[in-house]
């Protein structure tokens, strides 16, 4: 167990709609990072948040978006679903203290799926 | 980040040591080599991560040659649930950046009986 917490575990629904997937970070961290994981795509980086505040951008399409909120627990939203948005979407988090060559705790993952 | 060449599948005999190379000819001074791996669909678990030296932890053992440009991620007695993807990744220290790792493609590790 990671400490990392994600709901839903899976999601089921169709295109054209909106979802929004969870992430509870493990006490005391201040980084969460997205990343989408589809079959033919690898796991990719989205978004990092540091502590409320957007950090990094990766791969993130104008329909998705991000934010974490001032107890930390970050929610990614996905508008407009398309049928290749089905993926695993991952959420991790990290210490960001200066000086530590801290590691990324991954959460299990949201499993989207677009009929 | 530098760039990292891993071979895409390999296979090992359970009990023996699983030895997977990394390539990372084009890494800089600052930085370091991180391994994780990702069994079936869960998330990526942190292996090990060096500088220079080698490194070793209950899961593993990290050899960097003296260039660094290549490394050796070593399990020493493979078991079935070692099954996994495993990724080398390089990135600058942590207090220097994000702290986002990039992902490769990977080395699936097929650990047989």
């Known amino acids: 167990d990671s400490g990392v917490t994600q709901t839903p575990k899976h999601l089921i629904t169709a295109t054209g709609q909106r979802v929004t997937l969870r992430c509870s970070p493990r006490?005391?961290?201040?980084?969460v990072y997205w990343y989408q994981q589809s079959l033919d795509q690898g796991l990719q980086f989205l978004i990092q948040?540091?502590?409320?505040?957007?950090?990094a951008k990766g791969n993130i399409l104008e329909r998705f978006s991000a934010q974490q909120f001032p107890d930390l627990h970050s929610e990614l939203n996905l508008s407009s679903l398309e049928l290749g948005d089905s993926a695993l979407y991952f959420c991790?988090?990290?210490?960001?203290?200066?000086?530590?060559?801290?590691?990324?705790?991954f959460g299990e993952g949201s499993r989207l799926t677009v009929l | 980040d530098a760039k990292t060449t891993q071979p895409p599948s390999m296979d090992c005999a359970e009990g023996r040591a699983a030895n997977l190379p990394c390539n990372h000819s084009?890494?800089?001074?600052?930085?370091?080599v991180y391994w994780y791996r990702q069994i079936h669909s869960q998330g990526p678990q942190y292996i090990i991560h060096?500088?220079?030296n080698n490194e070793t932890n209950e899961m593993a053992s990290l050899i960097i040659t003296e260039d660094r440009k290549s490394s050796t991620l070593i399990l020493p007695h493979a078991t079935l649930r070692d099954t996994a993807v495993y990724y080398c990744?390089?990135?600058?220290?942590?207090?220097?950046?994000?702290?986002?790792?990039?992902f490769g493609q990977g080395t699936t590790l097929q650990v047989k009986p």
């Open positions: 990744i390089v990135r600058v220290s942590f207090s220097s950046n994000t702290g986002k790792l990039i």
């Open positions: 948040y540091y502590n409320g505040e957007e950090r």
């Open positions: 084009t890494i800089s001074g600052n930085e370091y």
């Open positions: 006490s005391g961290d201040l980084s």
């Open positions: 060096g500088l220079k």
């Open positions: 991790a988090s990290s210490v960001r203290t200066s000086g530590i060559t801290g590691e990324l705790f």
